[in-house]
């Protein structure tokens, strides 16, 4: 695979930029140098956990794990980020330690080429990581290689400083060296918070609104309810929930299904699987209670209700025959509902036992306010 290449190549390049910069740094006292180096080892330990999340994100789907291993690659992002801050934290601290004993670094050519080697291979490294990220839609070799990116400002920004450090600017060097960890801490926050994301599933609102926008216009949705899009930028699950009129058969369900797929895939690059959730469209029938002269009671056991059929725009008025029933009257009025096909009723306020009636015959209940039912009308409208 060209990620895991990509990832065993820098490894070993960092490997030897490790070497070199800590090795010249100790030699020269230098705590910029230094830094830098051990910046360059976040680097191959980075480089050895995403080649791990490469390997394990890349295994097929198992009973354990029935939508892939590809959140491994935005572990390994999370596991990186981490290291860098902590890094980060440590080179601060050596170089305020620095500033406080005045530690002055011995000027040297051969620390300066160094410096100057380590931001030109680094740059190399750069556009190879992302050349080979982008091809593979590897999201954690990509942020590898603006790391790489970030490398190569601070091995200039070293090599500057410890060449002011020659003409006798002591401070330079520790000062570079906050700089470059400064560098360092923005781009693990960047890796985190992407690695963050990815795992949380965060929903980009952009994608889902393409997708809907997508799905509404196939023949047979009446609407799109929910659309979920997670995962990673090599691999991503797409959950659609969509409103269907009730008499379809099965067999144009699944047509319905395999063409909301298809639809999905050419939408969204890099969809692994689709789920679709179907849900038959219930016509809206209300139930306003009324006292038979058009103002609104808010309860249960009123006189009179004012059943509206929104899809078939049919309105009419029921009496209600156990308004006053001492016994079983939050039962009998749910009956009541449910035989003229009410499947919501708008109430001020509701008894728990008659709650129980109206919701085990699938009639839920909305809260409203108002003076009349009209105004109740004007509210659901």
Known sequence: MKEIRASKVSALANLFLTVAKVLAGILVNSTALIADGVHSLIDVLGSILVWIGIRVASKPPDELHPYGHFKAESLAELSVGIIILISALAIIHEAITSFLEMST????????LVALISAMVNELL??????????????SLVAEGKHSRV????SISVFVGYLFAGFGYWWADPLIAIVVSVLIIQMGVEILRNAVNSVMDRVDPELALKVKSAVERIEGVEGVEF???????????VEVHVNINPG?????????????????????????????VVKVK??????????????????????????????AKR???IENPHAKAEKRKGYLIAELLSRHGVNVVVLRKVGVGAKSHLRSRGILIRFEEGKTVEDVVKRLA
């Open 105 to 112: 670094p011995e000027f040297e050519f051969y620390a300066l």
């Open 151 to 154: 490398d190569v400002l601070s």
């Open 315 to 317: 309105r009419f008025r």
């Open 248 to 276: 379809m058969s099965a067999e144009t369900i699944d047509v319905l299904e395999r063409e909301i797929e298809e639809r999905v895939k050419s939408t969204v690059s890099n969809v692994v699987r689709v789920v679709t």
């Open 227 to 237: 659309v979920g899009v997670r995962g990673t930028w090599k691999a991503k699950i």
């Open 126 to 139: 750069a556009r190879y990581k992302i050349k080979v990220g982008i091809e593979t839609k590897s999201s």
């Open 282 to 311: 219930r016509p809206m029938v209300v139930a306003i209670p009324e006292d038979g002269k058009g103002n609104y009671t808010g309860e249960l056991d009123s006189p009179y209700f004012t059943v509206i059929d929104f899809n």
